[in-house]
């Protein structure tokens, strides 16, 4: 049985521990099977995992010393793994949900979750009256063009896509205030804070839709073209006019309430299947265990209307020639 169980462990390639297990031995042959002291110890050498000829030893003293440093060597790598996930050996503080169950991410923690303000008005919009308001609805309207064409009513990909742009110019504009902060020893208003947390509420838009739709190569070639082009173009267009940059951003914001609009339509009309909520977006909207996809687009239609607010906010403080520390930020939303 015995031999067996090594020849086939062998013509398997596999490790000779799963065939040899002590099941294969029935308890009253195994006193026999070791009477030996030879036996025993060719035993010992053909359990061992190891394959290296060292391991080959016909010395008890000297197979015993390999297993314990092999022992040591799981115990040195168990330590060191133990180290990266702690700081300088200051352990991570356990958090857990108000459930009492372990809080399971660490890109989000429970105090930056929140609870979507769904009464918010999705129908507003920013009459353009103005050369440079009309010039960034006329760019929003000719940007949808090619997106509409691309896309069509693949809502879920077109979102996971839009996400990617849509979390850059809030990164581009608290960057831009935060150094004009340091450059000119002045307050923000808030205004720092409130557009990181619009950049990290749309890379958390993003995360979601990632657990929903699987991006394919050409989709994530497309990404870091337009990633490349749109953050150099944010980026100098908010050091020239964060007047129009922020406008730019607000109608953006519109239409991606009108897009998230329509992709409820096809969950409603059954076009898209009502799959359950990813686990990620129950935590981070505070939703209720059995959410489904219908839910999670509906808060994420509400972030995005409170983003088109605070853009087109922005930009009325800059067309009335004030800054944007002179009126508070709305901090503390997303
Ligand atoms: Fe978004
Ligand atoms: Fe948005």
Redesign the pocket.
Known sequence: MMIRAVARSLIRGGSFHRHTSMAVFPARSVDGFFRSRRTMMMMMMMMSTDSSPSSYSSSPEKTTSLKEKEDEKKETKAQSNAMVSSYWGVTKKKITREDGTEWPWNCFMPWETYAADLSIDLSKHHLPKTFSDKFAYRTVKILRIPTDLFFKRRYGCRAMM??TV?AVPGMVGGVLLHLRSLRKFEQSGGWIKALLEEAE??RM?LMTMVELVQPKWYERLLVLAVQGVFFNAYFVLYLLSPKLAHRIVGYLEEE?IHSYTEYLKDLNDGKIENVPAPAIAIDYWRLPKDATLKDVVTV?RA??AH?RDVNHFASDIHFQGKELRESPAPVGYH
């Open positions: 839009l996400e849509a509420n749309e838009h991606a994420i972030d995005e983003h």
